[in-house]
């Protein structure tokens, strides 16, 4: 795992869409494909408005790539708390993804109905047979530890069955993947920023219970987990930049 300790908001993003590109790059090299899953939540709006952006659109060979969710609220894709919609209004409505790259979780369903057709659309994409292998995850945190919608003492987090669960929780209704796919993932990219997570990422990144925290069971088997966090966020850290495990 690595830690890299930035300045501010903008510095983060900018490296977050300097890590997709690459990642797209290289996997469209290798296979023809990339797969990525993105959060919502206000950290990553910069970054996917970056994605949309002149310096990037030629870039990506976005023919080639394929949008999933770490999550998704249960609302209609037009909702403002819809992930689908921040990601269309910043960046994938002004970039020439096909519509056949675009696998959205149809908040508008019923959680469960959504969970499962979720399901199916990714198995159609990885196969049926063994966990899909995300290229890319993009990932929050929230200040009480949880990422995508896997919140602290949930049953969604100990579902190793399925790859995509509903989630019931007084503040709205979600859909989120579950643990054993974040595990699975080639490469998980944590953006966090502003002085209300510092707390929350010392316990995660230098803290003794880090397993009390979702975030803190986010450790793939294989891939590799990138913190990119502003000095803000890193107000706790003793150990700083480019923290090893
Ligand atoms: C969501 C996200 C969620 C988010 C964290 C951090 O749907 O809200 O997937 O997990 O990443 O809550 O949100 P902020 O970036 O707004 O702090």
Redesign the pocket.
Known sequence: MKVRVLQNLEAISREAAAVFKVAAKNCIALKGSFAAAL??????RRFYTLLGSEKYIEKIDWSCVHLFW????CVSKEHEDS?FRVAFETFISKVPLPASGIHRIKGEKEPEDAAMEYEDEIKGFFGKKALPVFDLII????EDG????LFPDSTALKDTLRLAVPVYTDRGN?VTLTLPVLNNAEQILF??AGSS?AEVLYEILEGKNRKKYPAGLVKPTMGKVTWLIDTMAAGKLKRGQSLKD
């Not at 959060?39 to 990553?44: E, R």
């Not at 770490?70 to 609220?73: M, P, T």
């Open positions: 959060s919502g939540g206000s950290t990553p770490a999550d998704e609220r992930n990932l929050g945190v929230g949880h990422t995508a919608s979600r953006l966090a997570k």
